[in-house]
């Protein structure tokens, strides 16, 4: 079965940095592209980062020099760190899958993580 | 690119929902539906237009043409209660991923 577990969220004061987790299971790891997404309440879906299968990661402007994606093929896990963080910031944070070669291009995400909460308050 | 959904559609069990994702020339890209439930990870229920994931019911459909995808959700049961939302692969975006902008389902 295929599992990923998010953890690390956390009460983070504006301008603190975390580090969140994806711990990935029933799949093979290194087969697939990672992601993270996050849910701000009563603003919908954003996508934050991407990380493929040869290392390469992607990132919209919104969070470019902030946030730094990872993944360990060995530990078959996936990392998000951020740093400079806001209010704005306060989110759920979703990890999820998707193959490399989709048709068109366009890889659906077909399993998620069941989201870590972080809130950045002073 | 900006995909726009309903904030919330309400039906009735049994009954019929259909769910709208806007966008400029939509028919022209691959459509994604998710599932978000409170406190759970979110589920894929229609890939590529119409495509059914593995487990997803029979219940769950998807059309795309034009500027508008919709999914439907035939004979809707209580536990279908959920956000909503649509999602694209833009190649020429600096946010290739987008998502739409979410729909609440109530069931009445």
């Known amino acids: 079965e295929v599992q990923l577990v998010g953890s690390g969220g956390g009460l983070v004061q504006p301008g603190g940095s975390l580090r969140l987790s994806c711990a990935a299971s029933?799949?093979?790891?290194?087969?697939?592209?990672l992601h993270w997404v996050r849910e701000v309440t009563g603003k919908g879906l954003e996508w934050l980062s991407s990380?493929?299968?040869?290392?390469?990661?992607y990132y919209p402007g919104s969070v470019k020099g902030r946030f730094t994606v990872s993944r360990d093929n060995v530990k078959n896990s996936l990392y998000l760190h951020m740093d400079s963080l806001k209010a704005g910031d306060t989110a759920v944070y979703y990890c999820?899958?998707?193959?490399?070669?989709?048709?068109?291009?366009?890889?659906?995400?077909?399993?998620w993580g069941q989201g870590t909460l972080v809130t950045v308050s002073s | 690119y900006v995909l726009t959904q309903p904030p919330s559609v309400s039906v009735a069990p049994g009954k019929t929902a259909r769910l709208t994702c806007g966008g400029n020339n939509l028919g022209r890209k691959s459509v994604h539906w998710y599932q978000l439930r409170p406190g759970q990870a979110p589920v894929l229920v229609i890939s590529y237009d119409t495509d059914r994931p593995s487990g997803i019911p029979e219940r769950f459909s998807g059309s795309n043409s034009g500027n508008t995808a919709t999914l439907t959700i035939s004979r809707v049961e209580a536990g279908d209660e959920a956000d909503y939302f649509c999602q694209v692969w833009d190649r020429s975006s600096d946010q290739p991923h987008v998502f739409g902008t979410g729909t609440k389902v109530t069931v009445l």
């Open positions: 999820a899958r998707s193959r490399t070669f989709c048709r068109g291009g366009s890889c659906p995400f077909d399993y």
């Open positions: 029933g799949f093979t790891f290194s087969d697939f592209d």
């Open positions: 990380i493929d299968i040869t290392g390469d990661t």
